[in-house]
Structure formats: C-alpha cells, structure tokens
C-alpha cells in the first residue's frame, strides 16, 4: 500500500523560507515523480513543481520558478519555498504521479497536506 | 497556460440522484482529463485518469467522458460519502492546471 507522510504545520513570518517533507512508502520511489500543489483558503488546487524520484529532474511552474526548490533523498521529497508572503499561506500537497497506457500523467495518491501560515 | 473552467461551481443534489460536472478547456487537449475528489481535511483522491480510465477501487458510479476542450464527470445515484469538492485537471502541458473546484452538498 502506498503513504506519502508529510512534516507538520509551519508558521512563518515574511521573508522566511520553508521547507515541507514527504516520505513515500509502500512502492519504488525512482520509478516515479512527485508533484506539489497547494490550496490557498477558499481557492482551488494549483501545481507548483514536479522532481523525479530517480534521475532528480524537476520542472517548475513560472509562478514559483525563482522562489521553489524541490529535492529528494533517499524516499523523501522535500519542497522549499522562500520569500514567503502573505498569500503564500495554503495547504502544501505532495502526489505521487503515474501515466496511463497511452501516457497522460496523473496524480494516483496524495499526502494530507501541510498547512504552512504565514503571518507577521 | 491552458485554462480549466467548471461547472458549476456548487450544485445541492439528493441521496440518488445523477449530477454531471463539466470543464472546458481553453485549447484542445486531446484526453488529458483526470477528475479528483477532496473532502476537506482528508487527501485528494484520485477518480478518472485520461478522461475516460476508472482508478482502481473507484465505485462504477463515477464515469468521465469527452475529447478535445469538453469533458464531464457523471455521478449516478449519488451516495451520501459522494458529497464533496470535484476538481477537473489537463495535464496536456505544464503547468499542470485545475478547474476551480464543483462543491456538491445535500439538498
């Protein structure tokens, strides 16, 4: 059966950076990616960035590009943001993504989300 | 980036009842169409992969269609653990996009 457990809630004032983790069970870690999203209050879900848990390649969202670092070690992807604001202030999911036979990507299980507030 | 509008935002149904949720997207995306289910507090759960594929351990009452900008999700008599937030998603090229969310409640 597949976990991805994420770290514990974080409170950050502005200007500080954060990092969330999420360690993955239960399947073979390089085979596959893992995707960040978030869900600001009141908002939908919005992709942030992707690694692959083998070769380490990532791929960013413009939005996030100078500010997100997405690493792995071993079966834990970690996920930094810096910088942080105001509306920085969301639940911070990790998936895990698979493809389908004819190759769309897919988010097949998600951890339960890290509640990251930033306030001063 | 590609555009995901759903609707509708909210709708109120019964125990029973068949709904149907709709995204269209702002260019063709061939099927790059999955469907999440989110109970606030708990995980996103996967539904349908490329539009039309059931993840396994999903009931059969969940269904996707469509192809080039126009999909759906279908709900055929809707269980009372069925009332939650649905999210459409292409993922045809990056950035990865969501609809902004259809929150069904009980009527």
């Known amino acids: 059966q597949v976990f991805l457990v994420q770290s514990g809630a974080e409170v950050k004032k502005p200007g500080a950076s954060v990092k969330v983790s999420c360690e993955a069970s239960?399947?073979?870690?390089?085979?596959?990616?893992i995707q960040w999203v978030r869900q600001a209050p009141g908002q939908s879900l919005e992709w942030m960035g992707w690694i692959h848990g083998g070769s380490g390649d990532t791929e960013y969202s413009q939005k996030f590009q100078d500010r997100l670092t997405v690493t792995r070690a071993a079966s834990t992807a970690y996920m930094e943001l810096t910088s942080l604001r105001s509306e920085d202030t969301a639940v911070y999911y990790c998936?895990?993504?698979?493809?389908?036979?004819?190759?769309?990507?897919?988010?097949?299980?998600w951890g339960r989300g890290t509640l990251v507030t930033v306030s001063s | 980036d590609i555009q995901m509008t759903q609707s509708p935002s909210s709708l109120s149904a019964s125990v029973g009842d068949t709904v149907t949720i709709t995204c269209r997207a702002s260019q063709i995306i061939d099927k790059f169409v999955n469907w999440y289910q989110h109970i606030s507090g708990r995980a996103p759960r996967l539904l349908i992969y490329a539009t039309s594929d059931s993840r396994s351990g999903v009931p059969s009452r969940f269904s996707g269609s469509g192809s080039g900008t126009y999909f759906t999700l279908t709900i055929n008599s809707l269980q009372p653990e069925d009332f939650a937030t649905y999210y459409c998603?292409?993922?045809?090229?990056?950035?990865?996009?969501f609809g902004q969310g259809t929150k069904v409640d009980i009527k």
């Open positions: 998603q292409q993922t045809y090229s990056t950035p990865w996009t």
């Open positions: 998936a895990s993504d698979a493809r389908s036979f004819l190759g769309v990507p897919y988010f097949d299980y």
């Open positions: 239960g399947y073979i870690f390089s085979n596959f990616g």
